[in-house]
């Protein structure tokens, strides 16, 4: 009964969606908006589909998603490893633990300048931002996980004689896992902010860079377009995750068994 | 007082690290941490900063009470009417998981150069996790709490100010938190592009010059308004969870 229901939402999501680009094709049409504010989606779309076929924007994409996938490793790998010392050093947990979880109040950016004078002005510095603003979810969440695991699940497995790395295999990984999800989750959508963020303000390559080289040059149609690239993106991005999450999760009691 | 010391530790090392850097990349990538605070010094004492905190403080304070008003309001009608939420939210979801700053030149275009774009740009930021965080929290008021405000007669406005908002004021203040943190990252954003003022503004000259130690003394600023903004949500917290226990107390004992 529910998946009816959540499949009717669907329907009228997409009729939302649908009359609020009809809106917006028929304010940019009949000339309400002015053709340098607002583009209609259809001259989006088309302008889109133009820059999609030359090298250079393709290179740029390319560049953007190495870049925030490379972030995202690292964040993932950082987060996890730092969760795992808080959880097992309560002093440190004490320290780290309020910085970490106001980490996202901290302007971050405001560091990038220092970042690219000693890194250079390359990729490197825009993976670090994207490092910087998603390994704090990451953390929170393996610690979060972590703590959460209920403590009869310890001792059972201590009783049944469970160590070492059987007990990180079946006791500890299953059961933090909806956390690691979530941390994932967040941690991959901060990763995609910050690079591009990074990118508009100080690159010289990527699709953020793209988007601000548009503005300066008053090509309101390619900034348009590029903006729907990243619209399409970030939610396929989103939607992708969930799935993901929905898998695993699904999996979650046999993973173990393996 | 173990954690004092931990944390006086930290800080010390976060120091010697910086000191580090300046030393082994020069002045020229990283100021030295006397440096940078020789030069917070004398942008306050010269009244240097006084115009462009001024700024950006006024544009964060409008945009974050436009986002809490906006948010609140859409987010508890999105959350009473079940349908609609399930409907939003997850478009809510996704337009909050853009990276926000791709839209700022249509901001720029609509709102013009001055400050309304940046009041615009902050509010962008934070109404998004308000509306989130009071959608959720008045989707999970207990529906028994709602029931027995009406078996006790109690009418649409007195259920909501005195059984449905106190239940949601954890959900809110969240939200609230985060949508100010947000808000202030929109507002920074916003003034390094197209601003004669604020902070932002500082930040990005100072990146065209190159002066390490105003990028520095700039990011100090800023991270010390977050954390000043932290402290003053959990002092807000405190005072509220001692209102609202006191009124309980008074509730159970009349």
């Known amino acids: 009964m529910s998946t009816r229901s959540h499949r009717s939402y669907d329907g009228i999501r997409l009729l939302l969606i649908t009359s609020f680009l009809f809106l917006l094709e028929l304010a940019c049409q009949m000339g309400w908006v002015q053709s340098q504010v607002m583009v209609p989606p259809t001259l989006m779309v088309h302008t889109l589909w133009k820059l999609l076929h030359s090298d250079a924007m393709v290179a740029d994409i390319a560049i953007t998603f190495s870049e925030a996938f490379q972030a995202l490793v690292i964040a993932v790998m950082l987060g996890m490893v730092l969760g795992w010392l808080m959880h097992r050093w309560s002093r440190l947990s004490d320290v780290l633990y309020p910085v970490l979880s106001s980490w996202y109040s901290i302007p971050v950016f405001a560091l990038y300048p220092m970042l690219i004078a000693f890194m250079g002005l390359n990729q490197r510095p825009v993976i670090a931002i994207g490092v910087l603003m998603a390994f704090s979810a990451m953390a929170l969440n393996m610690r979060h996980g972590l703590q959460a695991i209920p403590t009869v699940l310890n001792k059972s497995a201590r009783v049944m004689g469970v160590r070492n790395f059987p007990f990180l295999l079946h006791v500890q990984l299953p059961a933090i896992l909806p956390s690691l999800m979530t941390g994932f989750k967040m941690a991959a959508t901060y990763a995609f902010i910050g690079v591009i963020m990074a990118e508009f303000i100080l690159s010289p390559r990527g699709l953020g860079h793209a988007i601000s080289f548009a503005y300066n040059d008053f090509d309101t149609r390619s900034m348009y377009a590029l903006m729907l690239l990243i619209i399409i993106v970030s939610t396929s991005v989103q939607w992708v995750l969930i799935q993901i999450e929905r898998r695993v999760l699904a999996h979650r009691a046999t993973l173990g068994s393996l | ?254």
Not at chain 2, 89 to 100: C, D, F, G, R
Not at chain 2, 202 to 220: E, F, K, P
């Open chain 2, 1 to 254: 007082m173990r954690i004092y010391a931990d944390r006086a530790v930290a800080i010390f090392l976060v120091l010697v690290l910086w000191y580090q850097l300046s030393l082994s990349y020069g002045t020229d990538a990283v100021a030295a941490p006397a440096a940078t605070f020789q030069r917070l010094v004398m942008l306050i004492s010269t009244g240097f900063i006084g115009p462009h905190l001024n700024f950006t403080l006024s544009s964060w304070v409008i945009s974050v009470l436009l986002a809490g008003v906006v948010g609140m309001s859409l987010g508890l009608l999105l959350g009473l009417h079940r349908a609609s939420g399930l409907v939003f939210e997850p478009l809510i979801i996704a337009v909050s998981s853009l990276p926000k700053v791709t839209l700022y030149p249509m901001v720029l275009l609509i709102c013009g150069l001055g400050q309304s774009s940046k009041i615009a740009f902050g509010f962008i930021h934070g109404v998004l996790p308000i509306m989130l965080f009071t959608l959720g929290a008045a989707r999970e008021i207990p529906v028994h709490y709602v029931k027995t405000a009406r078996t006790l007669g109690l009418n649409r406005v007195a259920t909501l100010r005195r059984v449905m908002l106190p239940a949601m004021a954890s959900g809110i203040v969240s939200g609230m938190r985060l949508g100010a943190s947000l808000a202030l990252l929109g507002v920074i954003i916003g003034e390094m592009f197209g601003a004669q003022r604020g902070l932002g503004f500082l930040l990005m000259n100072a990146i065209d010059i190159n002066d390490t130690a105003q990028m520095a003394a700039v990011a100090l600023i800023l991270i010390f308004l977050a954390l000043a903004l932290n402290a003053l949500v959990r002092l807000l917290i405190y005072v509220f969870d001692r209102h609202s226990l006191r009124s309980f107390t008074q509730l159970s004992a009349s």
